[in-house]
């Protein structure tokens, strides 16, 4: 039963995410005893919230630390076994028995005693790293240990993985969580922000008044409404965040990958966003039957802990014609990052609307100092209306850009989100009216600003119709090569070293990266073989039409000069879009690794089984910089928006393949 634990734990483990965990480094050291004993030391340091095991595991527990030495060439003999530290102890919930287990930076030790010189003893330690959900399955790493013979007795020699490289390895895995870190508290602070615009719609707020009287008459001391409020407001939270839940327990982080490629998922997505936008905008009125409501109210009125939980689900229901293309468009957005994303989502986005409505319930009172229904609602509703019409052709982008159609190019989009948010500005300076708008006999000082800022937002927009990056939109807009003019008009080129002076001097199957003139294949083979020709190491690319982070990249992180410069001259860049709809000719037709039986037919799923089988990761950007043999020469890198790191890694890997 143990066992079959273990392996559910690690099944768990391998599917449920689409980066390969690394939360141990090992790292080594040697220390001289005497002119023929040494100490051998192994030191893992384990990421925070993780544990090693010990080498001594009672039967049917993990799988025990083990070290293996190489003495195939008989020049030392072990003295005494492995020592470890003394860790501590825990009764294991999931191997129900005591099991010694090690955190954070634990040392293991080997005597040895050489029988002749050697200048290195080489190693590898088998073991298992689990944290309170879940472990990963058993990991070999090879051990080098350098034995300085001039060194005195008592002196350490330099961990042999301590290294500039390992250093910088270690940085930009620092940097790829905490950009990852950074990407889910994004999405938290944008759905927190979705919710509290969502209490200032006309289905949200008119509920506010219902909230009180309901409470006013359940709660009859002071004690008793803040904890029914507190109820209500978690009750509420409940409900968003289980939606979060079940889009990704159902869909999974590849699928939802895959599904925010999906031409007919991002078409059929817009369709609804400008169905929502507008209804937003007053052309008719989205709600759901009104069996579901009173069916709802009917329960509601029971009273207790039943009746709160069915007022927030009340609230839910009847708020969802204002609450549901918000929810709708946060969900694909969260859940297309996969992971935790749609949960934190959902959260955020609950808890902005659980915490004023938990306040009126707790003290009813409250609801006197609030502004009155009027016309501003109606204005709230409108400005979110705009919005959707906005992030509407963000999906249909996508799709177009997967198909490689043109249809939608970047001074399309470009003049589209200018028209959008221009005419926003003249409804907000009441220069357009609707026809549900109360008359406006004056702007209010908090319209005439939001106003200001969307008609400041909508100038900035302007230049890049003449090829300005917009990088404050960067992942928004299609990428400045998909588009009429990429270099701008007047076909002004960028400095930053130039590899190829002409289009007419490019090699068979590369072409120029815009408005940088950086060269690039989209051919394997062909730049590969490049490669060979001229000499220089290959970057692999893996990206995609519709990959948000690698417009980001190339947009804010490429131009930097020093970064510009080695893309530019000293590596072939091969970029491999996984979301490549085109079909693959005729000879390029396989059998799938991954799914076995089914032949792969798209380009995109050429490339995107090449990341996953070769270099056991799935998501966009990935970046591989590799030799002629096409063996690593770093470890990869994903999503790094720090142009320090990023160019440092570049430079290490370059410096890997001239040594």
Same mark, same amino acid.
């Given at each position: 039963m143990k066992h079959l634990l273990l392996v559910l734990l690690f099944t768990f483990s391998l599917t449920s995410f689409s980066q390969i965990l690394d939360p141990v480094k090992w790292s080594t050291t040697v220390e001289k005893v005497s002119d023929t004993e040494y100490k051998l030391i192994s030191t893992a340091n384990v990421d925070i919230g993780w544990h090693l095991y010990s080498q001594?595991?009672?039967? /049917? /527990?993990?799988?025990?630390?083990?070290?293996? #030495?190489?003495?195939?060439?008989?020049?030392?003999s072990l003295e005494g076994n492995t020592t470890e530290g003394e860790g501590h102890v825990i009764d294991d919930p999931v191997f129900e028995m005591k099991i010694k287990l090690f955190e954070g930076e634990s040392e293991f030790v080997q005597l040895v005693k050489l029988s002749q010189p050697v200048k290195t003893i080489n190693g590898f330690v088998e073991f298992m790293v689990c944290d309170d959900t879940r472990c990963l399955p058993p990991t070999e790493v090879e051990l080098e240990f350098v034995i300085d013979e001039s060194a005195t007795a008592g002196t350490k020699a330099t961990a042999t993985e301590n290294t500039q490289e390992k250093k910088l390895e270690n940085t930009i895995e620092a940097t790829e969580k905490a950009a990852s870190n950074k990407g889910l508290w994004s999405i938290f602070f944008i759905a927190f922000l979705s919710g509290f615009a969502a209490l200032l719609t006309p289905c949200v707020f008119p509920m506010i008044p219902m909230t009180v009287s309901f409470f006013t008459k359940q709660s009859k001391t002071k004690a008793a409404g803040i904890k029914n409020a507190v109820i209500y407001g978690v009750s509420i939270i409940v409900i968003y965040v289980l939606l979060g839940t079940a889009v990704t327990g159902i869909f999974g982080a590849s699928a939802l990958n895959a599904l925010a490629t999906n031409v007919w998922f991002n078409i059929i997505f817009f369709i609804l966003l400008v169905v929502f936008a507008t209804s937003f905008l007053g052309a008719f009125e989205i709600v759901l039957p009104n069996s579901w409501a009173n069916k709802v109210d009917s329960q509601a009125d029971r009273g207790g802990l039943v009746g709160i939980f069915f007022m927030a689900l009340a609230l839910a229901i009847v708020s969802f014609s204002c609450t549901g293309p918000i929810v709708g468009t946060l969900l694909v957005e969260s859940a297309s990052k996969g992971g935790l994303a749609p949960i934190i989502g959902m959260f955020g986005f609950s808890l902005a609307i659980a915490l004023p409505f938990a306040l009126?319930? =707790?003290?009813?009172?409250?609801?006197?100092?609030?502004?009155?229904?009027?016309?501003?609602?109606?204005?709230?509703?409108?400005?979110?209306?705009?919005?959707?019409? =906005? @992030?509407?052709?963000?999906?249909?982008s996508q799709a177009d850009l997967v198909l490689q159609t043109h249809f939608l190019e970047r001074e399309v989009f470009i003049a589209i989100w200018i028209a959008i948010f221009g005419t926003l500005a003249f409804y907000l300076f009441g220069k357009i009216q609707l026809p549900h708008d109360s008359p406006l006999s004056h702007?209010?000082?908090?319209?005439?600003?939001? /106003?200001?800022?969307?008609?400041?937002?909508?100038i900035y927009m302007i230049p890049g119709l003449w090829g300005a990056p917009l990088n404050l939109i960067s992942a928004f807009p299609p990428p400045q090569e998909y588009s009429e003019s990429p270099y701008g008009v007047g076909f002004s080129k960028l400095g930053g070293g130039a590899s190829v002076a002409t289009h007419a001097e490019l090699p068979d199957g590369a072409h120029l990266l815009a408005p940088h003139d950086i060269m690039a294949f989209n051919d394997y083979d062909k730049g590969v073989a490049y490669a060979k020709q001229v000499g220089k190491p290959i970057m692999l690319d893996f990206t995609g039409w519709a990959c948000v982070n690698c417009r980001k990249m190339e947009q804010n992180v490429w131009p930097e000069p020093g970064v510009l410069s *080695?893309?530019?001259?000293?590596?072939?860049?091969?970029?491999?879009?996984?979301?490549?709809?085109?079909?693959? &000719? &005729?000879?390029?037709?396989?059998?799938?690794? @991954?799914?076995? /039986?089914?032949?792969?037919? #798209? *380009?995109?799923?050429?490339?995107?089984?090449?990341?996953?089988?070769? #270099?056991?990761?799935?998501?966009?950007?990935?970046?591989? *910089? *590799?030799?002629?043999?096409?063996?690593?020469?770093?470890?990869?890198?994903? #999503?790094?928006?720090?142009?320090?790191?990023?160019?440092?890694?570049?430079?290490?890997?370059?410096?890997?393949?001239?040594?």
């Open positions: 001594f595991v009672p039967e /049917g /527990g993990p799988i025990p630390t083990t070290f293996i #030495y190489d003495n195939s060439e008989e020049t030392f009126f319930a =707790a003290f009813p009172g409250w609801l006197n100092s609030l502004p009155k229904s009027g016309g501003w609602l109606n204005t709230v509703k409108v400005v979110l209306g705009f919005l959707e019409l =906005a @992030l509407a052709f963000k999906f249909l702007i209010s000082v908090g319209r005439l600003s939001l /106003g200001l800022i969307v008609l400041s937002f909508t *080695i893309l530019k001259n000293d590596v072939v860049l091969i970029s491999l879009y996984v979301d490549d709809k085109r079909p693959l &000719e &005729e000879g390029d037709v396989v059998e799938s690794q @991954l799914k076995p /039986g089914k032949k792969l037919k #798209y *380009i995109g799923q050429k490339w995107s089984e090449l990341q996953t089988v070769k #270099y056991k990761s799935n998501s966009q950007p990935f970046y591989v *910089i *590799i030799d002629h043999d096409e063996e690593k020469l770093i470890e990869p890198v994903a #999503y790094l928006p720090d142009a320090t790191e990023y160019q440092k890694w570049l430079e290490t890997g370059i410096s890997n393949f001239k040594e």
